[in-house]
């Protein structure tokens, strides 16, 4: 499809395991997001990328979280020494940057489980 | 600071009834964006609506409308004629052009539940 992908959509990792999700945007999409969902709550921001420039990483919780964008496509989102409050839904999102407050599209998540 | 505010945090309804999910927000900005968005048991969440802060004409689009009230900081979503399709988690949210032109600001979602 042509929609934004995540993967893998599910995840278990035991406490101080590293972990890397991955997400690809909707073709041609300038802006990309990282957002985190813990249960019964609305997303909070994480980060941001306009083409591979970092532009905002206001929303990292920890210098355990780092996200890349390398070649302005795919974007890794990766969590070092996994701590079980890093439970929740990891979002992507992605955005034709054309305007500014433009509509972001949201993948399907992927769910990471710290036991 | 910006602010988004979903009081109700779950309604349920008997199919064909019309139900409004209140939103308010806060923001020092004068040009800001607000959207809603649907979050199905699927868990993707599905871009409903986008309003900017000079644009307060109230819209429709089949059986949604929503409220745009700047006097009272108000975005309203109005579902009319509910469908069992229509239960989700619904999120209002804000993004404003100076503060946070980058990211958006998410309420914490009303669950509405349909009931046939």
């Known amino acids: 499809g042509a929609g934004v992908s995540q993967s893998p959509r599910y995840k278990v990792a035991k406490r101080g395991q590293d972990v890397a999700l991955r997400c690809d945007p909707i073709s041609g999409h300038v802006s990309l997001f990282w957002y985190q969902q813990a249960l019964g709550q609305g997303p909070e921001f994480l980060t941001y990328f306009q083409n591979e420039a970092q532009l905002d990483k206001s929303g990292l919780p920890s210098d355990r979280f780092f996200a890349e964008r390398p070649e302005g496509s795919v974007s890794t989102l990766k969590i070092q020494r996994t701590q079980q409050e890093d439970s929740a839904v990891y979002l992507c999102?992605?955005?034709?940057?054309?305007?500014?407050?433009?509509?972001?599209?949201f993948g399907p998540g992927t769910r990471l489980t710290v036991t | 600071a910006q602010k988004v505010t979903q009081a109700q945090t779950e309604i349920s309804v008997v199919e064909k009834e019309d139900v409004t999910l209140d939103c308010v927000y806060e923001?020092?900005?004068?040009?800001?964006?607000l959207f809603w968005y649907k979050q199905p048991p699927s868990g993707e969440l599905v871009f409903l609506i986008r309003?900017?802060?000079?644009?307060?004409q109230n819209e429709i689009s089949g059986r949604y409308s929503w409220n745009f009230q700047k006097s009272t900081s108000s975005f309203n979503f109005t579902i009319t004629a509910s469908q069992v399709v229509d239960s989700a988690v619904y999120f209002c949210?804000?993004?404003?052009?100076?503060?946070?032109?980058?990211?958006?600001?998410f309420g914490s979602g009303t669950r509405l539940s349909i009931r046939p």
């Open positions: 949210a804000l993004s404003s052009l100076y503060s946070s032109a980058s990211k958006i600001i």
């Open positions: 923001t020092r900005d004068t040009t800001y964006y």
């Open positions: 309003r900017n802060s000079f644009d307060e």
């Open positions: 999102a992605s955005s034709s940057g054309e305007n500014v407050g433009g509509e972001q599209y």
